[in-house]
Every structure is written in structure tokens, then in C-alpha cells.
């Protein structure tokens, strides 16, 4: 089997998937845009190919058309990333690859298709609409009142995402914002998770759930620190409306990562599904959580082939992400002195996920939820 791991600048987690592709014996294949890749990543790769833009189709379709001359017909192609869905899917098309396709990819990155798919499978959706106006916005906050969120119809994470208070913040909202939006209802709750991975036949083979001390959002656009972990228990009414929504969105052989609101104790109101992993670390903290290989799951998948039978979450892993513009009460060291026995990384976040997930994080490890929360309190406790 060939296998093609397409990764921008290869994070540090990519080289896991490389070695899972070896692990059951299959050709694994890079495409990225750095010219230099670390020599442990290059011993792993049976090629890597250096494409200098990877938005350019034409020169992708013309790398893969390479490989395949190359190594045989590809077999999967994926790079686990929001930003190259739609690359992977064209690509899939055009060299008939097992996965996720165009019309796939089309609906489960689209915000008003989630809601519509979401909402025929009886799942809980927040109210929201197209907009192209500020006089439709009105309507909408006429019908739903204040706060509502706009966003982009396709958009990767939080980005280019707005709370919109007031009559004064409606009427500049169309002055940074460009191309196809969606407004909301604001919907008052706990953002919680439901993620995983589920097999070709549509079997979820490892769920969890994570929380959040804040959303994603208001940690990009009023940059604040913030943590999140899982629970050693999946609420039932939530694994129940998860597992409806992966079949729900025909999520096959695939990594999902779906938001939700907690709007009441087991109430649920349904945010987004993405189609791939959850992101930076978020893989290994669910490995740590079970003690488990969840890259080589995926790699294993391929053949039918799953290392784990039923794995059980055994502890609660938390990260914590500080920005550097807030000041910390307690020093690294004094985290480091307090907790080390719990930690499992504390170093720089990678700078494409710093926007997002603050510039240094901490993982941390303990069987019981409430001391994992009380760690990243404290962690992220600041200054008088």
C-alpha cells in the first residue's frame, strides 16, 4: 500500500503517522513546502517531494501524478490538517483514492451543509442564516436579539470569527469581514467535544471528549490563555447525539473532532464537525489518556488491522496554553516544582498554532478530572 502524508512544514506529531505507514509494512510518501526536513523524518519517508507552493493544484496534481509513476497506484492520501481538505479531496478525485471526495469534503466544511445535515438527523442546532448585509443582520438580531456570532460559511477553526454585541458593532461588521458568511444565535454553554476515530464500516473504534475552560474564538480575539481536557466518563447523551452525527456526516475510516455546547446539564447543542484530528498535541493526549498508539490505529485501519480492543480512558490529560502578553502567577519552575511528577511536556507551541493555543503550553496527566482542573487553574492563574 502507498500511502501520501501531505504536511506543511512536517509538525513534530507527523512523523508518528510516517512511522504507523511503516509499522504494517507500506510505502509512506511526503509532500510538504519546507526544503529541509530533519533527518529522523527523512529516514522514515520512502521519498518526500518539496513542493514550494502547496496551494498551486496543478503542481500537486503533478507531485502525486510523480508518485504514482513512481510507486503504483496511491492508495491514501492525508495530511490531518483543516487548511488541505479540500486539496486531499480534489486529488482523491482525480486519482480515484479511497476517502473523503469533493462532495464529502463539501458538505462537512461548510457551516450552513452542517447545520442542514445536522439538523435532518435530528440533532440540536443553533439558529443562523446566510448573510451578505447589514440590514439581513438586523432581521436576524430582530428574530434572535444579542449577542450573535457571524463566521465564514468555510473557515478553519476560530478564524475570521466575530461576536457581535450591539447595534454599533453590527454596522461596522462588514468592514472586516470578505466573502461568504454565516451568522448565529449566540448560544450560552460549556464547549465540549466529542472526538475519536471510526473504521471504513463506519464503527467509532475510540471516542473521548474533551472541555474547555473557554471557546477557541474569544482565545484568538481577546487572546487569552486557556485550557482544556478530557473527562474519564463520556456524558451517554453525548456519545449518543456523537455517534449520530459521525453517521449522520458518513464519516468513514477518518479521524472527527465535534464541538458542542453544553447548555444544561446533559443538553447539547451541536457547533461543527471537522473531518480530521483534533489539533497541535490533541492525538497524543488522547494517547496518553489510554495508553495507546492512536497513529497506528489510523495506519492500521487501512488493513483492517486495530492494535486496541475497546481501549479505556484511564486518565485525563489537560493542556494549558499561555500567551505572552498575560503575566503568570507562579513561574514554569515553580509549575515545574509543584507538578512534575503530572507533567508530560512543557515547552514552546509551534508558531503556526500560537494564535490559537497561546506561544508556550503545559501537558499534564492524572487519573482523577478535578486535579488535572485544578493543575491548569493554576497553571493559568495570573497576577494580581
Not at 249 to 254: A, D, K, L, P, S
Request: aromatic share 12%; glycine share 8%.
Amino acid at each position: 500500500m502507498n500511502v501520501i502524508i501531505i504536511s506543511p512544514h512536517f509538525p513534530p506529531n507527523h512523523i508518528n503517522y510516517a512511522r504507523a505507514v511503516k509499522k504494517y509494512g507500506d510505502v509512506a510518501l511526503g509532500i510538504g513546502d519546507s526544503p529541509n526536513i530533519s533527518e529522523d523524518l527523512r529516514a522514515v519517508l520512502d521519498e518526500y517531494v518539496y513542493v514550494p507552493d502547496m496551494t498551486n493544484y496543478d503542481a500537486m496534481l503533478r507531485t502525486v501524478g510523480y508518485l504514482t509513476s513512481k510507486y503504483g497506484k496511491i492508495d491514501r492520501i492525508d495530511s490531518q490538517n483543516e487548511f488541505w481538505l479540500g486539496i486531499e479531496s480534489r486529488l482523491r478525485d482525480d486519482f480515484n483514492i479511497f476517502g473523503q471526495r469533493v462532495a464529502d469534503t463539501d458538505n462537512n466544511r461548510s457551516k450552513l451543509e452542517m447545520k442542514r445535515i445536522a439538523r435532518a438527523a435530528g440533532i440540536p442546532v443553533a439558529r443562523g442564516m446566510e448573510v451578505e448585509s447589514v440590514p439581513q443582520l438586523r432581521e436576524f438580531v430582530k428574530e434572535v436579539g444579542y449577542p450573535i456570532v457571524v463566521k465564514p460559511v468555510l473557515g478553519v477553526g476560530a478564524a475570521a470569527t466575530y461576536s457581535i454585541q450591539n447595534d454599533e458593532e453590527l454596522g461596522h461588521c462588514f468592514e472586516y469581514i470578505h466573502g461568504r458568511y454565516i451568522t448565529e444565535e449566540f448560544i450560552k454553554g460549556d464547549i465540549v467535544t466529542f472526538d475519536g476515530f471510526v473504521d471504513r464500516k463506519g464503527r467509532i473504534v475510540f471516542k473521548t471528549s474533551h472541555e474547555y475552560n473557554a471557546g477557541v474564538m474569544e482565545s484568538v480575539n481577546e487572546a487569552r490563555s486557556l485550557y482544556y481536557y478530557n473527562v474519564t466518563e463520556i456524558d451517554p447523551e453525548l456519545e449518543a447525539l456523537g455517534c449520530r452525527c459521525v453517521e449522520a456526516f458518513g464519516v468513514r475510516e477518518r479521524f472527527f473532532h465535534i464541538e458542542w455546547f453544553r447548555t444544561a446539564p446533559h443538553k447539547y447543542c451541536f457547533l461543527e464537525i471537522n473531518v480530521r484530528p483534533p489539533g497541535l498535541y490533541t492525538i497524543d493526549m488522547m494517547n496518553y489518556s489510554a495508553d495507546i498508539n492512536l497513529y497506528e490505529t489510523w495506519a492500521g485501519s487501512f488493513h483492517d488491522a486495530y492494535p486496541y480492543d475497546n481501549p479505556k480512558i484511564k486518565y485525563s490529560v489537560g493542556f494549558a496554553g499561555r500567551r505572552v502578553n498575560e503575566h503568570f502567577k507562579h513561574s514554569t519552575e515553580e509549575v515545574l516544582s509543584q507538578f512534575g511528577e503530572n507533567m508530560i511536556m512543557a515547552e514552546p507551541v509551534p508558531g503556526a498554532y500560537a494564535d490559537a493555543m497561546g506561544e508556550f503550553f503545559f501537558l499534564v496527566r492524572h487519573p482523577d478530572v478535578e486535579q488535572v482542573k485544578h493543575i491548569l487553574k493554576y497553571i493559568l492563574e495570573l497576577s494580581d
